[in-house]
């Protein structure tokens, strides 16, 4: 076997989170020959998903100290007069992390073994024991049906690598926060709830007509213009009587992924759901089978299927510079020629740029039920938007194992906040939603904060040398396609961005 | 029991996924050509645009459809993703009979394959391919033992001359439909783009 990298490639990308994934992929699925390196044995950085033993070693990779980078000898020896060198970043990108099992996970349950004889083991042996059966989003978000993640998986063909299941459940507080409710997706789902009145459900309705015709010329439409720059709840209250609970179903839900709206922002984010409502099924939203994390891996097999090269768990050393641009990598003690480098934040040589600094705030708890019973096992969204301050864009997303995150009869709960104030909410948002007497044991819980925000390129960055963004607060994943796609026709304008195939017969 | 390959446009009982894994070079892309397309090419550069390939079989007279993955050169660097292996029912893990090493290097496949196979029960097999060629460095009894060791099929195959490997793909076929609970699907997903979309009970039912 030959263990050697090539001497020259087009582009070599650091990197193997979800936007350096689709990078690699639309590269080589273009005709130019892709290197692609990260440092991790694993794909996906921070946009991966573990089981429980690879998410400790996730988190004790995390909790280095950060060591200085030195250029050794035979670093030195690769580069020419004319030449110089930067190492690669080790930038940190997860803060904060704190993991316990909590005391319930103490609690002693009665357990059936392999005979059938009753044992009695703790929760958290049980779960210990399944360690496998996990799969935890670092980055948890989900795709719109007829978003721009969807069609780009659809066209490129990248579809075929994965599963999908819909989101089922959406869900937002009622009655005065005391309650969760599920909030209707359709007109028949509309019409058979009993969380609205007669009346309501009339108002709705005009209103979510009023949104269709908005969506396709709202330059004509009246009453809503004056409101556009003002907050939704005003318009909502104002022209179409919707207030209270009813209200919230809307501007917390149905507009979820626009939070803390104003009318026009709230408006777009209505339409973009109603577009997405009954393609493949009354949910607007998927979930890959298994989790985020397979969504980078499968446009990385795209890329190797096209020629694309891969080794992870590499040295990535540095980059060779000429007459300010990049000329070349080192990697595993070898030079690898390049006319391209694209990173992901962590690589990023301080030179050349940082992050601007936002954090988004995560919790995922290992919990022993749903957050709201029903008879089968369902996929939620829970928008904390009114427990919550609305820039935040606080929610809970609930799966278990359905969609093969959790062994059977244990939920993954995934909070996710934007950081404001220098203040973790999500902590007084998760006492409020698991420290009641009938709410659900929490029985693991992990706490980080991870960096967001965009890079801000200096000076003296090359002009052939590009990062692109760590994931965002953003429910959904259009932010993360249109961040690839525009670096991909900034550096090659002439190239289609994942174009669709070929038909093929089988 | 009957094994065809014939399509007769039945509907299939079930879709199985079958992995081939092993060393760079033992002839993975070539054991699935033969056995889908029934062609060789001697001249085989290293695996570039290879992905997956989707053929039926017919299995006492149930239509079986395979879906049969090849590594798309990521095995090169030891960096499978384990995406590829979910949801596996079978897997065949190819050495080499000419390269000790490609034989000794299966122990790193199996580790992996029990790492991410999500069916505990998938069924393995190891292929030792290229028995045509001179110069053999692994004889049949140390693949035996291997396969013994592992409580794996095992079965001698060539490519090139086409011994041993319909043999291999019915055998692993059979052992997975004889396997209760394997098969059948528990957690119904979908796929994109193919007709999952349904249009109605959106807004736009005007």
């Given at each position: 076997?030959?263990?050697?990298?090539?001497?020259?490639?087009?582009?070599?990308?650091?990197g193997?989170?979800?936007?350096?994934?689709?990078?690699?992929?639309?590269?080589?699925?273009?005709?130019?020959?892709?290197?692609?390196l990260?440092?991790?044995?694993f794909?996906g950085?921070?946009?991966?998903?573990f089981?429980?033993?690879?998410?400790?070693e996730?988190?004790?990779e995390?909790?280095?100290?950060?060591?200085?980078?030195?250029?050794?000898?035979?670093?030195?020896?690769?580069?020419?007069?004319?030449?110089?060198?930067?190492?690669?970043?080790?930038?940190?990108?997860?803060?904060?992390l704190?993991?316990?099992?909590?005391?319930?996970?103490?609690?002693?349950?009665?357990?059936?073994?392999?005979?059938?004889?009753?044992?009695?083991?703790t929760?958290?042996?049980?779960?210990?024991?399944?360690?496998?059966?996990?799969?935890?989003?670092?980055?948890?978000?989900?795709?719109?049906?007829r978003g721009?993640?969807v069609?780009?998986?659809?066209?490129?063909?990248?579809?075929?690598?994965?599963?999908?299941?819909?989101?089922?459940?959406?869900?937002?507080?009622?009655?005065?926060?005391k309650?969760?409710?599920r909030?209707?997706?359709?007109?028949?789902?509309?019409?058979?709830?009993?969380?609205l009145?007669?009346?309501?459900?009339?108002?709705?309705?005009?209103?979510?007509?009023?949104?269709l015709?908005?969506?396709?010329?709202?330059?004509?439409?009246?009453?809503?213009?004056?409101?556009?720059?003002?907050?939704?709840?005003?318009?909502?209250?104002?022209?179409?009587?919707?207030?209270?609970?009813?209200?919230?179903?809307?501007?917390?839900?149905?507009?979820?992924?626009?939070?803390?709206?104003?009318?026009?922002?709230?408006?777009?984010?209505?339409?973009?759901?109603?577009?997405?409502?009954?393609?493949?099924?009354?949910?607007?939203f998927?979930?890959?089978?298994?989790?985020c994390?397979?969504?980078?891996?499968?446009f990385?097999?795209?890329?190797?299927?096209?020629g694309?090269?891969?080794?992870?768990?590499?040295?990535?050393?540095?980059?060779?510079l000429?007459?300010?641009?990049?000329?070349?990598?080192?990697?595993?003690?070898?030079?690898?020629?390049?006319?391209?480098?694209?990173?992901?934040?962590r690589?990023a040589?301080?030179?050349?740029g940082?992050?601007?600094?936002?954090?988004?705030?995560?919790?995922?708890?290992?919990?022993?039920d749903?957050?709201?019973?029903?008879?089968?096992?369902?996929?939620?969204?829970l928008?904390?938007?009114?427990?919550?301050?609305?820039?935040?864009?606080?929610?809970?997303?609930?799966?278990?194992?359905?969609?093969?995150?959790?062994?059977?009869?244990?939920?993954?709960?995934?909070?996710?906040?934007?950081?404001?104030?220098?203040?973790?909410?999500?902590?007084?948002?998760?006492?409020k939603l698991?420290d009641?007497?009938?709410?659900?044991?929490?029985?693991?819980?992990?706490?980080?904060a991870?960096?967001?925000?965009?890079?801000?390129?200096?000076?003296?960055?090359?002009?052939?040398?590009?990062?692109?963004?760590?994931?965002?607060?953003?429910?959904?994943?259009?932010d993360?396609?249109?961040?690839?796609?525009?670096?991909?026709t900034?550096?090659?304008?002439?190239?289609?961005?994942?174009?669709?195939?070929?038909?093929?017969?089988? | 029991?009957?094994?065809?390959?014939?399509?007769?446009?039945?509907?299939?009982?079930?879709?199985?996924?079958?992995?081939?894994?092993?060393?760079?070079?033992?002839?993975?892309?070539?054991?699935?050509?033969?056995?889908?397309?029934?062609?060789?090419?001697?001249?085989?550069?290293?695996?570039?645009g290879?992905?997956?390939?989707?053929?039926?079989m017919?299995?006492?007279?149930?239509r079986?459809?395979?879906?049969?993955?090849?590594?798309?050169?990521?095995?090169?660097?030891?960096?499978?993703?384990?995406?590829?292996?979910?949801?596996a029912?079978?897997?065949i893990?190819?050495?080499?009979?000419?390269?000790?090493?490609s034989?000794?290097?299966?122990?790193?496949?199996?580790?992996?394959?029990?790492?991410?196979t999500?069916?505990?029960?998938?069924v393995?097999?190891?292929?030792?391919?290229?028995?045509d060629?001179?110069?053999?460095?692994?004889?049949?009894?140390?693949?035996?033992?291997?396969?013994k060791?592992?409580?794996?099929?095992?079965?001698?195959?060539?490519a090139?001359?086409?011994?041993?490997?319909?043999?291999?793909?019915?055998?692993?076929i059979?052992?997975?439909?004889?396997?209760?609970?394997?098969?059948?699907?528990?957690r119904?997903?979908?796929?994109?783009?193919?007709?999952?979309?349904?249009?109605?009970?959106?807004?736009?039912?005007c």
């Amino acid at each position: 076997m030959d263990d050697s990298l090539p001497d020259h490639v087009d582009v070599v990308i650091v990197g193997t989170g979800l936007p350096e994934a689709i990078l690699a992929a639309a590269c080589s699925r273009s005709g130019l020959s892709v290197l692609h390196l990260d440092r991790n044995p694993f794909y996906g950085e921070n946009w991966a998903s573990f089981n429980l033993n690879t998410l400790d070693e996730w988190i004790g990779e995390n909790k280095k100290e950060l060591s200085e980078t030195t250029v050794s000898e035979s670093i030195k020896e690769k580069i020419q007069a004319d030449e110089s060198y930067i190492s690669f970043g080790d930038n940190r990108q997860i803060f904060d992390l704190e993991k316990q099992w909590t005391e319930d996970s103490a609690t002693e349950k009665v357990v059936k073994n392999k005979d059938g004889e009753e044992t009695t083991s703790t929760y958290r042996a049980i779960i210990e024991k399944e360690w496998r059966r996990f799969s935890i989003d670092i980055t948890p978000k989900i795709l719109l049906s007829r978003g721009t993640m969807v069609q780009t998986l659809c066209d490129s063909e990248v579809s075929k690598y994965a599963e999908f299941k819909c989101v089922n459940r959406l869900l937002c507080f009622c009655d005065g926060d005391k309650k969760i409710c599920r909030v209707p997706y359709n007109r028949s789902e509309i019409f058979e709830t009993d969380q609205l009145s007669f009346v309501d459900k009339r108002r709705i309705m005009k209103f979510m007509q009023f949104c269709l015709e908005w969506s396709k010329n709202q330059d004509e439409m009246k009453d809503w213009k004056e409101f556009a720059d003002k907050s939704f709840s005003e318009f909502l209250a104002t022209v179409h009587n919707l207030e209270g609970s009813t209200q919230r179903f809307i501007t917390d839900a149905i507009a979820i992924l626009e939070p803390n709206p104003t009318t026009l922002t709230g408006l777009q984010a209505v339409c973009r759901f109603i577009d997405s409502v009954g393609v493949f099924g009354p949910s607007p939203f998927l979930y890959p089978l298994y989790g985020c994390g397979e969504l980078p891996q499968c446009f990385c097999r795209l890329c190797a299927v096209f020629g694309g090269l891969y080794a992870l768990h590499l040295q990535v050393d540095g980059i060779i510079l000429k007459e300010n641009k990049v000329v070349a990598v080192v990697a595993g003690g070898q030079r690898v020629n390049c006319d391209h480098i694209i990173t992901s934040p962590r690589y990023a040589p301080k030179k050349f740029g940082t992050l601007s600094g936002e954090l988004v705030d995560r919790a995922i708890l290992v919990t022993d039920d749903t957050i709201l019973k029903e008879e089968k096992e369902q996929i939620s969204i829970l928008s904390l938007a009114s427990i919550s301050p609305p820039q935040c864009a606080a929610r809970l997303f609930e799966a278990g194992y359905e969609s093969c995150l959790a062994p059977r009869g244990y939920y993954l709960s995934q909070l996710t906040g934007a950081r404001r104030d220098d203040k973790n909410y999500l902590k007084e948002v998760e006492e409020k939603l698991y420290d009641s007497e009938d709410s659900p044991r929490v029985l693991m819980r992990l706490r980080f904060a991870s960096a967001a925000g965009s890079f801000q390129y200096s000076e003296e960055s090359p002009t052939n040398f590009a990062v692109l963004p760590p994931p965002n607060v953003k429910l959904d994943y259009s932010d993360v396609i249109i961040s690839s796609r525009e670096l991909f026709t900034k550096f090659w304008p002439d190239r289609d961005f994942l174009p669709r195939g070929l038909p093929t017969v089988e | 029991m009957t094994l065809t390959n014939d399509d007769d446009g039945e509907k299939p009982i079930t879709t199985l996924k079958i992995l081939i894994i092993g060393e760079s070079g033992v002839g993975k892309s070539s054991l699935m050509l033969r056995f889908v397309d029934d062609t060789f090419d001697p001249e085989q550069a290293a695996t570039i645009g290879v992905d997956f390939r989707v053929t039926s079989m017919l299995v006492d007279g149930n239509r079986v459809k395979l879906a049969i993955w090849d590594t798309a050169g990521q095995e090169r660097f030891r960096t499978l993703t384990p995406s590829y292996y979910r949801g596996a029912q079978g897997v065949i893990c190819v050495y080499d009979v000419t390269s000790r090493s490609s034989f000794e290097k299966l122990e790193h496949w199996f580790s992996e394959v029990d790492t991410y196979t999500t069916k505990g029960d998938a069924v393995k097999m190891v292929v030792a391919n290229k028995i045509d060629m001179a110069g053999r460095e692994v004889s049949r009894e140390e693949g035996i033992k291997f396969a013994k060791r592992h409580r794996t099929l095992f079965i001698e195959a060539s490519a090139k001359t086409k011994e041993g490997v319909q043999c291999a793909f019915e055998e692993l076929i059979e052992k997975i439909l004889q396997t209760p609970g394997l098969w059948e699907n528990d957690r119904p997903a979908f796929r994109l783009g193919q007709n999952t979309a349904r249009q109605d009970d959106g807004y736009c039912g005007c």
